[in-house]
């Protein structure tokens, strides 16, 4: 009969503790009536409890403070800290020891340990102490593998590791909304405003730090999450940022292409990276998060092969005056030269002043002319200018454009007044 060879003990032993903020102690009060059988017996109890808070025994929440009992959870972008210990339990003296950290995940294998040299011996009752620090970039199932390897008095080669499991979960469900300004598919401006909603999925309250759009090359960003109170700017979500869980903040921006940029309308037509948010946080006891998305994307304004755009106009006209209006016109492709006539087609309220049909001459590709034009209004109110026709003769296609903008129409009277 075969007997197997008892299993030999291991001379070290390994200790591995998760860094991380303690938690405040809670516990469960149990309460009565004084009419009931224990009288004041159990808040006489809690009063007496040193976990408890004085004058508000009631709450679960108490004053003292506890070390986590396992690896626990963590969130993506926080920092995983962990303390590793090797211990000599045996009497005699181990030599060439070597400890080893890494980190598993579902994508890679990381090494973790602070050093990869040996340790020449250890003698009894001694340890050999490491800390390692890794941010967490990954969602999903991790695994810390701590291997040690030692030689015995004797020359004997040992060796064993440990597993520690533990999870990355989501921190914060971040959505986005893209929006072009413009008042029509044919009139599209530069700008774009970019909407963040940043919603809390954990299960504690956040204190949001910083949360920040890092534009692409192109683009310059202003914040529009901040107002001015008697010369200084204020959040608009109040003093204290926290998010709670569960609970959604949106965030806004604009951006607007630099001027190099601006000028070439064909290359801000395929601009279809406009950045990535930087989100900062911090729970619990000030543990510190950091996350950046992806680089954002939109699709692009839709400026077709001819582009045209307001650069001047007054706010307010007076009724059947003329008024003047500077308007910018495109050529957006990149290889093909244009021959352009412009239509003034009039409204019921806007009427154009001068030729029809005329003829505005080549325009080169992504090269762009100024065009001065006359009009008047015969209605008051808010109206809207429409009414231009661009026609390629080489296509013979034609481009229209309404509600290129708006002005506000009053009486002589009223602006002579005013």
Same mark, same amino acid.
């Given at each position: ?119 020449? #011996?250890?003698?009894?009752? %001694? ?86 759009? #890092? ?40 951006? !607007?292409?630099?001027? #190099? ?20 946080? !911090? ?48 050529? %957006? ?28 001459? !080549? ?56």
């Amino acid at each position: 009969m075969e007997v197997n060879p008892p299993k030999q003990e291991h001379l070290l032993a390994l200790k591995v503790m998760r860094l991380t903020k303690p938690t405040l102690f809670t516990n469960i009060p149990v309460t009565c009536e004084e009419k009931d059988l224990p009288g004041d017996l159990f808040n006489q109890l809690m009063r007496d409890d040193p976990s408890t808070v004085n004058g508000a025994e009631v709450l679960m929440l108490g004053e003292m403070l506890t070390l986590p009992q396992n690896f626990g959870n963590i969130f993506l972008g926080e920092t995983f800290s962990s303390y590793i210990s090797v211990h000599n339990d045996s009497n005699q003296v181990v030599k060439d020891i070597l400890v080893k950290a890494d980190l598993q995940t579902s994508s890679q294998r990381l090494n973790l340990s602070a050093s990869n040299a040996t340790v020449a #011996e250890l003698k009894p009752d %001694c340890c050999i102490d490491d800390v390692i620090h890794h941010e967490v970039k990954e969602i999903g199932t991790h695994i810390l593998v701590c291997a040690v390897s030692y030689t015995t008095q004797g020359g004997e080669k040992m060796y064993f590791r440990k597993f520690f499991k533990f999870q990355v979960l989501k921190p914060l469900d971040v959505k986005t909304k893209f929006y072009n300004a413009e008042s029509d598919l044919n009139s599209v401006t530069d700008e774009v405003f970019l909407e963040a909603q940043i919603q809390n999925i954990t299960t504690s309250p956040m204190f949001m730090e910083k949360v920040s759009l #890092e534009p692409s090359i192109m683009y310059n960003v202003a914040e529009l999450n901040s107002v001015s109170q008697v010369g200084e700017c204020v959040t608009t979500f109040g003093s204290r940022t926290y998010l709670q869980p569960m609970d959604t903040r949106q965030y806004l921006y604009c951006l !607007k292409p630099k001027k #190099e940029f601006a000028e070439k309308a064909g290359i801000i037509k395929g601009v279809t990276v406009i950045g990535k948010l930087d989100i900062v946080w !911090k729970t619990n006891l000030g543990e510190r998060g950091r996350l950046q998305t992806s680089q954002l994307q939109r699709m692009a304004p839709g400026y077709g092969d001819v582009r045209l755009s307001l650069e001047a106009i007054p706010d307010t006209v007076s009724l059947e005056e003329p008024f003047h209006i500077t308007c910018k016109i495109t050529n %957006c492709s990149s290889e093909r030269t244009m021959d352009l006539v412009l239509e003034m087609c009039n409204t019921n309220s806007i009427h154009w002043c001068g030729i029809s049909g005329r003829q505005l001459g !080549k325009l080169h590709p992504s090269s762009s002319l100024c065009l001065a034009l006359t009009l008047l209004s015969s209605v008051q109110g808010l109206q809207s200018v429409s009414g231009l026709r661009l026609t390629d003769t080489f296509l013979k296609r034609t481009y229209e454009y309404d509600d290129i903008a708006q002005v506000c129409v009053v009486s002589s009277a009223i602006k002579v007044e005013n």
